[in-house]
Each structure stands twice: as C-alpha cells, then as structure tokens.
C-alpha cells in the first residue's frame, strides 16, 4: 500500500521554466491537496481538491495551477517557474469523515534559480 | 482568515524531560488535528480532537482541546531522541476540512542526550 507517490523528490529549474509535479494516491480518498512549506512559515495550501473534478485556490495559488486529472491523480504546475517559489511542495489527501486525517506524500524539493 | 497560533517554536530539552506545545485560534474550531514531521520527513498525522475539553492520551503523548474550542496542547512526558520533531497542530476551513487545514508554524522539539 503506497498511499501518497510523489515525483519527483528533487528538481532543479532556472527561472521562467516550467514544470508538473505529479501526485497519486491509492487509498481511494475523494479530496487532495497541494502544500509548500517554507523555514518559518509552516505549511501553506496552494490548491485543493474536494472531490474528483473541482479545484479551488487555497491560501497561496499565485503562480501555480493544478490538475484533478482522475480521483487518484493530482498534479501542480508551475508555469513560470520563479525563486519565490523554491520550496518544499506536499501533496496530501483525506479520507473524509471524523477522526481521519490527512495523509501526506514524502514531498518534492524545488530549487528555482 | 483563519489564523492558528504555536508556540513555542522551539524547545530544547534534555532526553527524560516533558515536553508541551501551545495551539490557539483565531476562531473557534469544530475540531483540531495534530501532526508530527520528522527532520527531512514528512507530516504525520497523529490525533485529531473534536469534543470541547477533550483529552486523549496516546502512550507519552496527552492532546487536550480547550472548553472553547479555540486552543490545544500537546504534552510529552518523559521524551525520548525518538520524539524529535516538528510539531503541527492544524485546524479546518470553513468546509470542516475538505476545503483544506490551516496549519500552525510548528514547535521544533531538540532534544539533548
């Protein structure tokens, strides 16, 4: 049982690049959800998922778009890639209901220079 | 929005010592979740609270949730080098949590042998 995949585990891009970070899931949970945690700032959602076939924007979405491409897959683009977003990306996903929380992939680390 | 206060943000302590960790909201909750991330890991989750004043015991841990349901705390008795961490308490939106957690900065737990 793998729970959250994510690829890759380490990029490096120069700025104005673009790239997807890729996020499945095999716990068949109905909502996912992007993070990136920066020193000092905790965890701060990007974009989430509900359910299969929305999206909506989270604390922080500038720069960024996401993908609900089926009820496992979850992907993060970013199109433009800029320093600002160097960061430590999470994808998570919940089962929903009381008592369940959520369950985070191993994370990608992203250097933008 | 949504604000979920931590504190300390870290605390250093000898291998033995307790250990306790601060959560307050800007709001009331409906239910409060705590998790632990590792050094270079990723978040795990741990509990979540859902009743005003409750208390849940998991070995060492003790998790309270305050009468108002605006504050928490985690308490670790007797700590040992396998407690080391970051610890996150989180809170739902609006949407009871499918909409997305609201995490607190994190207390960084260093412990000395």
């Known amino acids: 049982n793998a729970g959250v995949t994510q690829t890759p585990k380490f990029q490096v891009l120069k700025t104005g690049q673009s790239m997807t970070l890729q996020c499945a899931q095999d716990m068949n949970h109905n909502s996912m959800y992007w993070y990136r945690q920066d020193p000092g700032m905790g965890l701060r959602l990007i974009y989430y998922?509900?359910?299969?076939?929305?999206?909506d924007k989270g604390e922080v979405p500038n720069g960024y778009n996401v993908s609900r491409l089926n009820k496992r897959e979850f992907s993060l683009r970013l199109e433009s890639a800029a320093p600002s977003q160097t960061s430590v990306y999470f994808c998570?996903?919940?089962?929903?209901?009381?008592?369940?929380?959520?369950?985070f992939g191993s994370g990608t680390r992203l250097t933008v220079v | 929005g949504q604000q979920v206060m931590q504190i300390p943000q870290y605390q250093h302590v000898q291998e033995g010592e307790d250990f306790t960790t601060y959560c307050n909201s800007s709001t009331t909750l409906s239910n409060i979740q705590w998790y632990k991330q590792r050094p270079g890991g990723h978040p795990v989750f741990l509990i979540q609270?859902?009743?005003?004043?409750e208390v849940k015991k998991q070995k060492r841990l003790t998790f309270q949730f305050g009468e108002a349901k605006k504050n928490s705390s985690l308490h670790i008795t007797a700590t040992q080098t396998t407690d080391v961490g970051t610890y996150f308490c989180?809170?739902?939106?609006?949407?009871?949590?499918?909409?997305?957690?609201?995490f607190g900065k994190g207390t960084h737990l260093i412990i000395q042998p």
């Open positions: 609270l859902v009743k005003s004043g």
């Open positions: 998570a996903s919940r089962q929903g209901g009381r008592g369940y929380g959520y369950t």
């Open positions: 998922s509900a359910s299969e076939g929305t999206t």
């Open positions: 989180a809170g739902p939106g609006s949407g009871g949590g499918a909409d997305g957690l609201t």
